[in-house]
């Protein structure tokens, strides 16, 4: 009995069953290819939007244009039948070799390297064309069923051809993929190890002779990977810098909204090719950079993936070598934007700007897709499961993905761990920052008289205008602004701007009044900046002159001084303008402008304005000043020789140390350092007589004669040799040791306090004598004498004081002889006047002080601060000082001084007179140093006058007049304004 019926629907199940097999096969390839294809297309993508970030609009245009014609050859290869492939490949390699030859006989040359041909406008290279060649024909031939040493033999013959021809460019980097494309292929086809290891060991010997290959850029490269960015600053180093830099700042999502963004992509080297990932990481963040490096792992896998589905070894060759050359060229790039390994010029896949290698990569990735595809839907031609298969191609792209992944770990602590510092870093190499010089503080008397100001803020300096030339010339019309306001005609403008250099950073266009400045300022003309003129005036002229000293552009040895100094900074060069630099100075301001690599200005960047200095009051009376001054110079114009004599005078309230009045002759208008410098006038005080260049307070020496009669009875005081009641003998002179010392006149028996009123040598002689030199020197150093003391001045002397060790030290012999003029203040001991004006203060007080001239700083008239000064030292012996006060005091009621007894209140005082070997026989250094009132001092005045001394032209007027008005006007010459505690 037929059956017939129930065979139907059984049938058609299997058949609807195979079907639906068939779908889901169909569907899987399909998502195969399109995963790949995404992950292509994503890195072309991500290469195209990296040459639009950085400004690059023509060339993202261009290679928009070949990747299309990328895609299209991708599209024609996908549909290549296997069968063609062999066709295919020794097409592609023989074009290759053909194109090789056709370089090294047309082709263009850049760094020393030929290795483009341009037909027209359309330049390639035709070792990129190499590549897929080589990658084709080798797998035709390791793929068929030759002997294994036809095979091997076969393909070194091939390989040799291509990269033997690339070498001759020499284009190493090329050459050395394609080795590495040569060796791989004959790993993953099976070639046996006996034949790889003899070529393994030839490639090891000969690596080293291939160094003699590199040009000079590609040692430079090499060397700077070997010591590292920090070590090779420029070259390659640069390049590397920049891909760190770029790497480190880019943050997780990059800079997009930074105005600046072009401007830092222009620091990167080679953005589009060899560091076009460090540029679209330092545009978009680490996250564009990882969805590239994401992207080729999967491009890379789907390759080699792609080699196990092929139906002929050759397909599955052409696949798997494919993949690891993608995959090579993946992590070399990487790895040098990254700097762990050399910058070998090997751009990154698809990313990179290059027509010649997207094209030929998007064909090549459609060769092997093709592949795969056709195994795909013809899989009974396929080999079965025991058929040898490219060996270790999955475990290479393993380890290749690793390699990329840990690549990014290291990205990203490089951004975690170095990212500020390096965005630091970058933002510093674009920015160049004029300076803003700030407003010198002005020095004033204790009442806020000027003694120095700014030239400008009375009438005398003028404000200096700069612009930024490459800035604003691409404005005209701020340009013509800014000639009215100048008064300059506007085609001069322009001119000059059009002739400065475009690095040019500041150019002086005008110097201007400071009205004319302040509308300028006002206008806000963008890269235009007022800057006042460095230049100081002193209205008081020579009457403070040594003192004020003077302010110019700082010297080798002023930057020594203050290491931070920027080139021509202007700052006190000597005086007060010196010492309280740091104070007067203020801090310089800065606007700051973003310029290109090359130097050029782009933008104006951050503006700091100046902090302004702060204003110095002094403890100077201007009153009591120009009294001493002005007495001190008829004193020595009165001389009969007054030709290079030297006059000085000081007043210092001996509670505070505080200098009232300090006055020296012959003195110097510090006006004349300018700027302009008054050449002529500095040549003419070099060389002028009396030295008017030096303080002669604080700087000049002399032999304090009978004013150190003061040291010597506090000696007698401090270490008791004669009762001060004990009447003495004295006479006219005195011998010893073979010589007589004579006595100004002659004289009877004295105590102490009457050998001080009448200043009676023979008492000290002897004196000196019992004491001996060093009780001498011991009290003297107590009192300040042979050390400086401590004014707010630079260069003050410390004067000299000699002892029998010190005058053997240096080959001398001292004497019984020099003991006893030292009891006088002559032989082995200078003074500068202010040191005699400080043991005269100790003297009548019990206490040291250390002078100042610094009262107070303040950064406007409301609100000063008083400066630190030292506190003053008790003398170890001042209760003891009394007969030596009484002295001073009997030198004025009826001793040497009674010039000083018509005083309002009681003042005490020793005069001197010494021989001075500098002077002629009849001259002297004519001293006198005074308290009052002498019960309880608030002053104390020394004078030194060099001449004969006698009659209105010594020290006693200058001194008595300087008194007198103190004495008379104390409230108005302490005045000074509100001050706060330090």
């Not at 690549?407 to 870093?425: C, S």
């Not at 204003?615 to 008829?634: P, T, W």
């Not at 006595?743 to 004491?771: C, H, Q, R, T």
């Not at 030194?944 to 010594?954: D, M």
Request: aromatic fraction near 6%; charge should be neutral; include cysteine.
């Amino acid at each position: 009995m037929p059956i017939s019926g129930p065979a139907g629907p059984p049938t058609d199940a299997r058949r609807g069953r195979r079907r639906t097999r068939e779908q889901r096969r169909a569907l899987r390839s399909g998502a195969f290819d399109l995963l790949a294809v995404v992950a292509a297309l994503a890195l072309v993508g991500l290469g195209l939007a990296n040459l639009q970030l950085v400004g690059e609009t023509e060339l993202a245009a261009r290679q928009a244009v070949i990747a299309i014609g990328g895609v299209v050859a991708f599209a024609v290869f996908w549909r290549v039948r296997v069968r063609y492939l062999g066709i295919l490949g020794w097409a592609a390699y023989g074009a290759a070799v053909v194109l090789l030859v056709g370089v090294l006989t047309i082709g263009l040359s850049a760094n020393g390297a030929t290795r483009w041909i341009a037909i027209g406008s359309l330049t390639f290279q035709p070792s990129e064309l190499a590549k897929l060649g080589l990658l084709l024909a080798l797998a035709a031939v390791l793929g068929s069923g030759r002997a294994p040493w036809q095979r091997f033999a076969l393909a070194v013959l091939l390989a040799v051809v291509p990269i033997g021809l690339t070498l001759l460019q020499p284009d190493l980097s090329t050459a050395t993929l394609l080795v590495i494309l040569a060796g791989s292929m004959l790993v993953i086809g099976r070639v046996p190890a006996r034949f790889l290891l003899p070529l393994v060991a030839a490639a090891v010997v000969a690596a080293p002779l291939l160094i003699s290959l590199l040009r000079p850029y590609q040692v430079e490269r090499l060397g700077t990977f070997l010591v590292g960015a920090h070590e090779s600053p420029t070259g390659s180093g640069w390049a590397l810098r920049q891909a760190h830099i770029a790497v480190g700042s880019g943050g997780l999502f990059g800079r997009t909204d930074d105005p600046l963004r072009g401007l830092r992509a222009q620091y990167l080297p080679e953005r589009d090719t060899d560091l076009a990932l460090a540029s679209l990481v330092g545009q978009w963040g680490l996250a564009a950079g990882a969805a590239a490096v994401l992207a080729a792992i999967v491009l890379v896998w789907r390759l080699a993936l792609a080699s196990r589905t092929s139906r002929t070894p050759h397909g599955a060759l052409v696949g798997g070598g494919l993949a690891i050359l993608m995959g090579i060229e993946t992590a070399v790039s990487v790895g040098a934007n990254l700097g762990l390994l050399p910058l070998a010029g090997v751009p990154f896949p698809l990313l990179s700007y290059g027509g010649t290698a997207l094209v030929v990569h998007l064909a090549a990735i459609g060769v092997v897709l093709g592949v795969r595809r056709d195994g795909a839907r013809r899989r009974l031609w396929a080999p079965n499961r025991y058929s040898p298969r490219p060996r270790l191609v999955r475990v290479t792209a393993l380890a290749l993905s690793a390699l990329l992944i840990s690549f990014g770990v290291y990205g990203w602590q490089l951004q975690r761990t170095r990212g500020e510092e390096l965005q630091v870093v970058g933002q510093e190499q674009m920015t160049r920052c004029i300076r803003l010089p700030a407003v010198r503080g002005a020095i004033t008397d204790r009442h806020g008289e000027p003694l120095a100001v700014n030239a400008a803020d009375v009438g005398r300096g003028l404000d200096r205008v700069l612009v930024v030339p490459a800035l604003l010339r691409a404005r005209p019309a701020d340009v013509d602004r800014l000639a009215d306001l100048l008064g300059r005609p506007r085609p001069d403008l322009h001119a000059q701007l059009g002739a400065a250099e475009a690095t040019t950073l500041s150019l002086p266009v005008a110097d201007v009044p400071r009205d004319v400045g302040a509308a300028v300022t006002a206008a806000g003309i963008a890269a235009v900046l007022v800057v006042p003129e460095p230049r100081r005036s002193y209205p008081q002229g020579a009457l403070l002159g040594p003192v004020m000293g003077f302010a110019g552009v700082a010297t080798p040895e002023d930057e020594e001084r203050w290491p931070d100094l920027p080139p021509g900074e202007f700052v006190g060069r000597a005086g007060l303008e010196q010492q309280y630099d740091a104070v007067l100075r203020g801090i310089n301001g800065r606007q700051c402008v973003y310029v290109d690599p090359t130097g050029v200005p782009a933008a104006l960047g951050e503006r700091q304005d100046p902090v302004p200095g702060a204003e110095l009051r002094l403890s100077i009376d201007l009153g009591l000043q120009r009294l001493m001054d002005s007495g001190l110079a008829a004193a020595v114009r009165a001389q009969p020789r007054p030709q290079g004599k030297i006059g000085a005078a000081v007043a210092m309230d001996p509670r505070t140390g505080q200098v009232l009045a300090i006055a020296s002759t012959p003195s110097f208008d510090n006006n004349v350092y300018g700027p302009p410098v008054d050449t002529g006038a500095l040549q003419a005080l070099a060389e002028a007589p009396g030295s008017p260049m030096l303080e002669h307070v604080t700087q000049a020496v002399a032999p304090p004669g009978s004013t150190f009669k003061l040291v010597v009875a506090a000696a007698n005081q401090a270490h008791p040799v004669f009762a001060p009641r004990r009447a003495i003998p004295t006479g006219a002179s005195f011998t010893y040791g073979g010589h007589t010392f004579g006595n100004w006149k002659p004289m009877g028996p004295m105590d102490l306090v009457e050998s001080l009123a009448i200043s009676n040598d023979v008492y000290f002689y002897k004196l000196a004598l019992a004491l001996g030199p060093d009780t001498i020197a011991e009290t003297a150093r107590t009192l300040g004498v042979g050390e400086r003391t401590g004014i707010d001045l630079p260069a003050e002397s410390a004067g000299y004081l000699g002892t029998p060790e010190s005058v053997e030290a240096r080959g001398g012999t001292w004497y019984g002889g020099s003991t006893v003029i030292l009891g006088i203040g002559q032989g082995e001991i200078q003074v500068t006047p202010l040191q005699n004006a400080r043991w005269t203060g100790a003297v009548a007080t019990g206490n040291l002080v250390t002078p100042r001239l610094g009262l107070a700083v303040g950064t406007d008239a409301g609100t000063f601060t008083a400066l630190p000064a030292p506190a003053a030292t008790p003398l170890p012996f001042a209760g003891e000082l009394g007969p030596v006060r009484d002295g001073m005091r009997a030198a004025v009621t009826g001793g040497t001084v009674t010039r000083l007894a018509d005083l309002p209140e009681p003042a005490g005082a020793k005069s001197g007179t010494a021989q001075d070997g500098g002077l002629r026989a009849d001259e002297y250094d004519n001293w006198l140093s005074a308290a009052a009132p002498m019960g309880a001092p608030e002053i104390v005045v020394t004078a030194l006058v060099q001449g004969p001394g006698t009659g209105a032209n010594t020290a006693r007027t200058v001194v008595a007049d300087a008194l007198r008005h103190y004495l008379d006007h104390r409230a108005d010459v302490v005045a000074t304004g509100p001050v706060q505690l330090p």
